[in-house]
């Protein structure tokens, strides 16, 4: 246990508790789990944390799962903290968006945290139940992975898939790199010869990606150019309207961190400082728990 001499500008309930928070948001995004699911044991009295001018730097050196560790430049601090993941509620989403008749791969899928409330009963919970299978249906990026997308292994061989001509979704304009994708900026049109096998298919949700590199005017819309972009980013200021019986109230509050729709996050009150809970429902979309 480390302790330090006594800061006296603000009082240590209000410093743990301004910790805590960074700590429970830091271990959720490293751990894929809830900052809710993140217990954060600062209770011992003997253990004083500086009043740090920044906000604390965050680690998990030892990867074992129990220990963070928080760095302060100013004043110049060090200290381990004990922490316990509790059961979270995670799923699988789709990274990218995958068309009809397509197996699935490791790579096309990433897991996450999601609220307890979007836990679906039919959702996929072992990857390797569906790896190789094809799905039934067009996929979005950030859909999270059901079991009925999937043609079940004995009808793999039987099954045929019904494809349009093949087309692809041509830039019209350059979209720099980590740009969120916007329809505007393409055109959909027929491909003569041989097409690339990862085109992003018509009927893609452009909000729910953003570009890996520079994607100039010409070029074919390919998963190998796209990723799921997030929903809210971090440090992005958002309205949201509170409703508490009869009063409702429109504040900004600022995002903690890259979140995806479904995600429960923290947020601060932009006018207050104060920290609430929030879940992400749209693209720059969250609403107050």
């Known amino acids: 246990m480390i302790t330090s001499p006594a800061w006296s500008e603000r009082d240590q309930a209000t410093i743990k508790r301004d910790a805590t928070l960074q700590i ?6 490293t751990y894929y789990t809830e900052a809710s699911s993140v217990e954060v044991r ?38 381990f903290i004990q922490i316990r993941l509790l059961q979270g509620v995670t ?6 968006p995958l068309d009809q008749g397509e197996s699935l791969k490791r790579s096309h899928v990433i897991r996450q945290a999601i609220s307890p409330d ?25 859909e999270i992975l059901l079991e009925d997308h999937f043609i079940s292994a004995a009808n793999q061989t039987r099954a045929t898939v019904e494809t349009d001509e093949v087309g692809a979704w041509i830039a019209r304009e350059i979209i720099p790199r980590g740009n969120r994708l916007r329809e505007e900026s393409f055109k959909w049109e027929a491909i003569q010869g041989r097409a690339p096998s990862d085109l992003v298919h018509s009927q893609a ?28 980013r971090k440090n992005e ?7 508490r019986g009869a009063l409702t109230v429109t504040n900004i509050v600022r995002i903690s961190r890259d979140a995806t729709i479904g995600e429960a996050i923290e947020v601060e009150n932009v006018e207050s400082g104060r920290q609430l809970r ?12």
């Open 24 to 29: 429970q948001t830091a271990a959720a995004e």
């Open 42 to 79: 600062l209770g011992d009295k003997r253990l004083v944390l500086p009043d740090c001018e920044d906000e604390f730097q965050v680690l998990f050196p030892f990867n074992d799962r129990a220990t963070a560790q928080l760095d302060c430049a100013s004043p110049h601090w060090r200290g």
């Open 91 to 96: 799923a699988f989403r789709y990274a990218l």
């Open 118 to 142: 979007d836990a679906l009963t039919n959702r996929v919970t072992v990857l390797e139940d569906v790896l190789d299978q094809r799905l039934r249906q067009p996929v979005q990026a950030g």
């Open 205 to 232: 949700e452009f909000a729910m990606l953003e570009a890996l590199r520079d994607i100039l005017p010409g070029d074919k819309l390919r998963r190998s150019a796209v990723k799921m972009a997030p929903a809210v």
């Open 237 to 243: 200021k958002v309205q949201v309207t509170i409703t």
């Open 278 to 289: 929030a879940r992400v429902t749209g693209i720059g979309q969250v609403e107050i728990l």
